[in-house]
């Protein structure tokens, strides 16, 4: 029996075609629909959780564990772009998504599992709650995030490390730094609201948590552009080794 489901219906169909996976007992199911009525992927998220499934989008490229298993619209064929290794990555965009795993595979490294949890306003499933399954991965050393302005998602990965529900290094890039509160600036979920999710309170946010993480040995570290990422993370002072392919020109050890 299948148990997962690939969605690619249109926003208006989509509440239905997760209400059918689920009804068939499908407990992991991926959605890339972009739009979904606010009130209706507010009933997918609630009908997920209520019966132990995870719903990863709308408004996603997918998810791939490299070298295994893809749902969705990666390009995991371009080995400068995706390249097995051991870096977790969680995302809220979709073209900066491929800039980043390339520079991860630049520095000498690779991916694990890379998800996307969409740029809607409300997804399926949020950034802290895919945590425990990067923690409890042993390929996974360390995690990257790339977030951006909107919600609290990024905030609430920061609350987690403070909380030590999360132990693993992890490299947070936040985009929008320069976009004006209020206004909408690409994904429907990119917009700052009641003084959480901007690119500028955000990072403030993520260096509060890394105070704390760094007494553990585990630094939340946020670069200012995502090409600083791969730079940033091996510069880490708890200089934890991430299994960098030797093969490959790099920077060291993450």
């Known amino acids: 029996p299948a148990d997962v489901a690939m969605l690619f219906v249109p926003p208006k169909f989509t509440k239905d075609a997760v209400f059918e996976a689920l009804d068939a007992g499908i407990k992991k199911i991926c959605t890339i629909a972009d739009g979904i009525p606010l009130h209706e992927a507010i009933q997918i998220r609630r009908a997920a959780l209520s019966c132990g499934a995870m719903v990863v989008g709308g408004n996603t490229s997918g998810i791939i564990s490299v070298g295994e298993a893809m749902l969705g619209t990666i390009p995991y064929w371009i080995d400068r772009v995706y390249k ?3 870096v977790g990555v ?3 965009s979709g073209s900066l998504t491929n800039e980043v795993t390339a520079e ?3 520095g000498g490294f690779g991916v694990t599992t890379l998800i996307g949890v969409g ?7 949020r950034f802290a709650e895919l945590l425990p399954l990067y923690e409890a991965d042993p390929d996974t050393h360390a995690v990257v995030i790339i977030g951006e302005l909107g919600g609290t998602m990024e905030e609430e990965v920061a609350e987690a ?3 030590k529900a999360f132990t693993k290094p992890l490299v947070a890039f936040m985009g929008g730094r320069t976009a004006p509160e209020g206004k909408r600036m690409g994904h429907a979920g990119a917009i700052v609201t009641g003084g959480k999710g901007g690119g500028a309170c955000a990072p403030a946010f993520f260096h509060t948590a890394a105070r704390h993480t760094f007494l553990a040995a585990h630094v939340l570290t946020v670069p200012r552009t995502h090409s600083m990422l791969v730079t940033v993370a091996t510069s880490r002072p708890d200089n934890i080794p991430i299994g960098r ?3 490959l020109p790099g920077r060291g050890d993450l």
């Open 161 to 163: 490390m403070e909380a």
């Open 119 to 125: 740029g809607d306003p409300v997804p399926g499933t």
């Open 84 to 86: 097995k290794g051991h």
């Open 245 to 247: 392919d030797p093969s």
């Open 90 to 92: 969680m995302t809220r």
């Open 104 to 106: 991860i595979v630049k």
